[in-house]
């Protein structure tokens, strides 16, 4: 709601005691910081559901008794998500798969490029 009073309320204290060309030129600041607000807001929002649905795979992985999260990293990016890293046996990395794919639905694509790296 706020950014959409924003402009308007720019405007309104802007165009007190103008002429009309100072009112077009008021009204057409007032257009572009809303849109750049709106911008910010839109790009801010999808920074913050990427982060969420990573750390929502990785607390499902940390939850679970079946892999070993501690070398397995998460990147979501654009409704795609990509394991990468290491496990110790390849049942993990299927079960990483798995609970990654169970975490964050059918609609977003799961990219599966964990290493098996033998503990030592």
Known sequence: MWRKLFPLLFLALIVAGCTPQQE???????????????????????????????????????????VTPKDIHVNFKDKVLTLTGSVPEESQKAVAQSIAENTVGHDIKVVNQLTIAKLK
């Open 24 to 66: 077009n030129s008021a009204q057409q600041q007032a257009d572009k910081a809303g849109k750049q607000i709106q911008t910010g807001l839109d790009q801010t929002g999808k920074t913050l559901s990427d982060d969420g649905q990573a750390l929502k795979v990785k607390a499902a992985m940390e939850a679970s008794d079946k």
